[in-house]
């Protein structure tokens, strides 16, 4: 992977000193390797947590929507494509994502995402929003769900990219299949502001995000995702 590594870095310089011609070629090596995952570089938030964004407050609606992805390092995600898998899990090839279709049941041991039958995932339960950030971002990361074992909590700046401007407010399936995110509503990000906040996508109306304690229940569902 190193040698590979090497061999596309010298690519960028040869083509840096090559005229003008060139430059056609030297952005779409870039894009290929930022933009896809190639070398293990995924699209997500940049900036360390907590990242400084003062005008967040506990348990509202993030106004500055265009000031907080700033925040978070700004949006460096493709226009998803999405492929439903047909068993709880929907493949987005353009950034190279597995994500849960269904939020993670709170009934189950080991916690794993509701049963999804098609087109619809199982129903909600009350502890379904029983868990805090931490506990969100533990269940993910120790999860082996449809094969794999490399899930995460989704930061704000991936799991905005399945927000929509108008309803049902989630893109492609995660809209319209039953109890999936447009349902859920406020879904859990790994990202945090400062003040102890944490960032929630929103699925609900036109507003993208909101911000809670993280250490607190009962504000939102979370699902996972893997990076392929």
Known sequence: MKHIGAILLLSVVTLTNCGSDSKQD???LILLLGGSGILGVYCGQTASNPVSFGTATN??????????????GGNNCQTPSLTNNGNGTVTDTANRFM????VIDGTTSPKQPHTYSNPNCGGFTGSDSSFDQGQGESICSG????????WEMPDAIQSNTLKTASAPYALGVFGTADNSFADAQLIWSSSEVTGSLAIFSRYANGAAF???????????????????
Do not use: H, P
């Open 26 to 28: 030297l952005s779409g």
């Open 210 to 228: 909101y911000s809670g304690d993280k250490s607190t229940t009962s504000q939102g569902a979370f699902v996972c995702l893997s990076k392929l």
């Open 99 to 102: 994500w849960t279709l269904c």
């Open 59 to 72: 348990g509202a609606t993030v106004a500055d929507e265009s000031g907080l992805i700033a925040a978070l």
């Open 143 to 150: 999860m082996t769900f449809a094969g794999r074992s490399n």
